[in-house]
């Protein structure tokens, strides 16, 4: 059996070493089906190039290059960085929006449009592509050191400010003026996200990304893989990556090559749909380079992309458990001895969500929501990625008596912290009377596991001159009841202050500031 070379060797598209390869193995399961002559052969070969290419060719104007300029000038004893290929850059080239200009600091970036406004364009990446870049709202608490340039084409190019930033999820969506570039908004293409957010391993995946900044024109790089495996976990060694919720197991491993400068890129499937998001920062340095991870946009990370496209703050769900050790053996409760694997609970905060349902210690968690619990960084990750507000199902076994339950449980948010890192552009609970509310676990210090969880809400803002600064609230104070009603949650306290006109009484945790009635006037 001939094969045509130039059918699959000769790609009219960049980076596609490792496609050859998966394009033969590929084609010979086909061919290895059916008994097929060499003409055959080639015309399959060339649908399965064509399909390839038609995707690489719908999606590669939505990718971006990104370059993080720092603010202060370097060093003059510092070297320039090493171009691909042993060619120097032009020393001349010091403009970060000018054709050619090499950056030290690249990433890549998807063109999305905005959830709630499908003519506005953002542009979602890593985190740590544009960690210290200048925010969209400035309000004085992030400091900013550097400027982010993102390349759209060899022509087209803009600054850009960062709409959101979430440091645990380690995304960012930026934002960019549509009038420095010749396109009108609703002109520039966008990826969407498939219908099924589904993703299975062996699954053959199209990255698209700029390797090394060699996408300086505009262009990205594309390769060919698959996903190697589920719910992994970034090397140990990588610090960077120990405070997100990637640390519970949640990337993709894919085979496909993500050298520096391809994180924040897209992850496509065989339709061109966005199914994930390349990073190259989970891979230990110095070690294999030709595998790579990527962040699965499955429906838990897709309800954070699509709050950071809407500018809020990301919310993860809180239970309120410390978790043990796994199980794995027979276990006794009482006089029942039954076989049984899961994760043991070993603390309980007092007053959380989950203590008021009932979960103790030495309980044991089967599964969250019918995903099966093995690890503790299990729990972790499943009711992590839920949002505060949502209903995660445990199935337990009592440590009382042995038997088996289904247990609901109302989550609250999970402890904000690195909020110097957080970045919103709008806020997702509003403002009422210059008064905004969040969770308890807000603010930090509000939360030990030690100490019972607060039912109330925290005083997150106020503004001056406002009733409530009249009213004599700060920052910090804890509400439990509006008008006697109770409230724990910011959706709770909008609700009991709707439609109000007149003044409000609201109620301090027992144990704050004197007096504990307080009474917030109208608007004036």
Not at 292 to 310: C, F, K, Q, T
Not at 470 to 495: M, N, W
Request: charged share 20%.
């Amino acid at each position: 059996m001939a094969f045509t070379r130039t059918a699959f060797l000769h790609l009219p598209v960049r980076g596609c070493r490792c496609l050859c390869f998966i394009v033969v193995a590929l084609a010979i399961v086909v061919l290895s089906s059916r008994d097929v002559n060499a003409q055959s052969s080639a015309d399959i070969f060339a649908a399965i190039e064509k399909s390839i290419e038609d995707v690489v060719e719908k999606a590669e104007h939505s990718i971006v290059a990104i370059a993080r300029i720092p603010i202060a000038p370097e060093p003059l004893d510092r070297q320039p960085a090493r171009a691909p290929f042993g060619l120097q850059p032009d020393l001349q080239l010091n403009d970060p929006l000018a054709p050619g200009y090499v950056p030290k600091n690249p990433g890549t970036g998807i063109l999305m449009a905005s959830p709630d406004n499908p003519r506005l364009r953002l542009i979602l990446t890593n985190y740590h592509v544009v960690r210290g870049g200048q925010p969209f709202r400035n309000d004085g608490i992030i400091r900013s050191e550097s400027r982010i340039a993102v390349r759209f084409s060899r022509t087209q190019a803009a600054w850009a400010t960062i709409y959101a930033a979430d440091p645990r999820s380690d995304l960012a969506v930026l934002a960019f003026d549509p009038s420095d570039i010749e396109s009108a908004p609703a002109d520039i293409p966008v990826i969407h996200f498939p219908d099924d957010s589904t993703i299975r391993k062996g699954q053959f995946v199209i990255s698209l990304g700029n390797p090394y900044a060699i996408a300086r024109d505009g262009s990205p790089s594309v390769s060919l893989g698959m996903i190697s495996n589920m719910s992994r976990f970034p090397f140990m060694e990588t610090t960077s990556e120990r405070e997100t919720i990637h640390q519970f197991g949640t990337l993709l491993h894919v085979d496909t090559r993500l050298g520096p400068g391809t994180s924040g890129g897209a992850l496509l499937n065989r339709d061109g749909h966005l199914i994930g998001i390349t990073t190259s920062l989970a891979a230990l340095e110095g070690y294999e380079t030709s595998v790579g991870y990527a962040i699965p946009l499955n429906s838990s990370m897709r309800r954070i992309v699509e709050d950071l496209l809407r500018g809020y703050e990301i919310e993860y769900g809180f239970l309120g458990i410390v978790p043990g050790v796994p199980r794995e053996a027979r276990a006794t409760f009482g006089s029942v001895t039954r076989e049984t694997r899961g994760v043991a609970i070993r603390q309980v905060v007092p007053d959380s969500p989950a203590f008021r349902k009932g979960l103790r210690p030495n309980d044991i968690v089967l599964a969250v929501n019918g995903v099966p619990m093995f690890e503790p960084t299990d729990i972790l990750r499943e009711v992590g990625l839920l949002a505060p507000g949502s209903t995660a199902r445990l199935r337990i076994i009592r440590a009382s008596n042995g038997s088996e339950k289904i247990v609901p449980v109302p989550l609250a948010k999970w402890p904000r912290r690195h909020v110097d890192q957080i970045i919103v552009s709008n806020d997702r609970y509003p403002l009422w009377r210059g008064l905004k509310v969040d969770w308890p676990t807000s603010r930090t210090r509000h939360f030990d596991f030690d100490r019972p969880y607060p039912r109330a809400v925290v005083v997150d803002r106020v503004e001056p001159g406002s009733p409530t600064e009249i009213a004599g609230l700060r920052e910090g104070d804890l509400l439990t009841e509006v008008h006697g009603v109770e409230v724990e949650s910011p959706v709770e306290f909008l609700k009991a202050v709707a439609n109000s006109n007149g003044p409000i009484q609201v109620r301090l945790l027992e144990g704050s500031r004197e007096p504990l009635i307080r009474t917030i006037g109208p608007n004036r």
